[in-house]
């Protein structure tokens, strides 16, 4: 199985920060990766899918990049309605693999 | 407009087979392309991806628990169906039916279905 790692595992920030989240596959996956954010009680909303194609009705403060193994999501103006836990998942081999998460809280 | 439906029972006993049933609207699952999920997510716990049916009926399934899923589609009803076999309390979780989408993503999710395994 690819292994996806998260980090931080979570995070304290202020509304209007800048907010960097990085996910590491155990092998490269190319460009196969995709970013949700969970809010609680909540279903997943996906963000980014292949790595940095910004998801249709989804604020352009959210972007993506990386390819290979290291990618990384960053929320550019942090909003209140951004508080949330995000997570990546590999879509290059099965079993799909999602990273622990990432809490994003306030500061 | 997609959507996708869950449901099934909320409390099954350990060793039961759970059955759960997805009901979509907005695509069709004989479309080239198209593909229907299941993932889970226990009480405070990461995602797990478990199973993946498509529209030519290729079926994919997470290794560590092939050996207890199934998943079927019935083209006609809009309606694709997860049973997994000897349910154990480490089974409790939320199971969301996802629809794939551009990018091998999962776009859309169902509001998710509780299912707690308990005697």
Redesign the interface.
């Known amino acids: 199985?690819i292994q996806m790692t998260q980090s931080p595992s979570s995070l304290s920030a202020s509304v209007g920060d800048r907010v960097t989240i990085t996910c590491r596959a155990s092998q490269s996956i190319s460009s196969?990766l995709?970013w949700?954010q969970q809010k609680p009680g909540k279903?997943?909303?996906?963000l980014i899918?292949?790595a940095s194609?910004l998801?249709s009705g989804v604020p352009s403060r959210f972007s993506g990049s990386g390819s290979g193994t290291d990618f990384t999501l960053t929320i550019s103006s942090l909003q209140p309605e951004d508080f949330a836990t995000y997570?990546c998942?590999q879509?290059y081999g099965?079993?799909?693999?999602?990273?622990?998460?990432t809490k994003v809280e306030i500061k | 407009q997609i959507t996708l439906k869950e449901s099934g029972p909320t409390l099954v006993k350990p060793t039961q087979t759970l059955t759960l049933t997805c009901t979509f609207s907005g695509f069709s699952l004989t479309t080239s392309g198209v593909g229907v999920g299941w993932i889970r997510q226990p009480p405070g716990k990461a995602l797990e991806w478990l199973t993946l049916i498509y529209w030519d009926d290729d079926k994919r399934y997470s290794p560590s628990l092939k050996s207890r899923l199934t998943i079927t589609k019935d083209t006609s009803k809009n309606q694709v169906v997860l049973t997994m076999t000897n349910m154990d309390p480490v089974d409790t979780a939320t199971y969301y039916c996802v629809h794939r989408g551009g990018g091998d993503a999962f776009d859309i999710w169902g509001q998710g279905t509780m299912v707690t395994v308990s005697s």
């Open positions: 199985d196969y995709n949700y279903a997943p909303k996906l899918f292949a194609s998801q997570y998942q879509s099965n079993p799909r693999t999602f990273g622990q998460g």
